[in-house]
């Protein structure tokens, strides 16, 4: 049942909403890079292509924001979070 999904205090939306201020850095994806650094055994630096080029999922979940509305059933593509931090392979437990 879909009311049993939505917290309470939220009201369903189908339309997700786009927030910004307006403002859009000049940035491409030629320029892009990702850089994990810190306590890791390797610093990383990925750049768009070879964030493309690791394993993307596709998911299906509920997407619930703290301005009191939720989205059902929302299609995510993407890479992992966790499959980008372990190519760092951070000192100690995470």
């Known amino acids: 049942m879909t009311r049993n999904r939505i917290p309470p205090g939220q009201r369903a939306v189908h339309d997700f909403p786009v927030l ?15 850089r ?15 964030l493309l080029a690791l394993p993307q999922t596709r ?3 509920d997407f619930h924001c703290v301005t ?3 989205q059902l059933d929302m299609p995510w593509e993407g890479v992992l979070a966790r499959d980008v ?9 995470w």
């Not at 994990?36 to 750049?47: A, C, H, K, P």
């Not at 931090?85 to 437990?93: D, E, F, H």
């Open 20 to 34: 910004d201020l307006g403002i859009r850095p000049g940035l491409t994806h030629d320029d892009w890079r990702l």
């Open 36 to 50: 994990i650094f810190g306590l890791v055994e390797r610093e990383t630096v990925l750049d768009w292509p070879a």
């Open 59 to 61: 998911i299906v979940l």
């Open 68 to 70: 009191t509305w939720s």
């Open 85 to 93: 931090i372990a190519l760092a392979a951070p000192q100690g437990a």
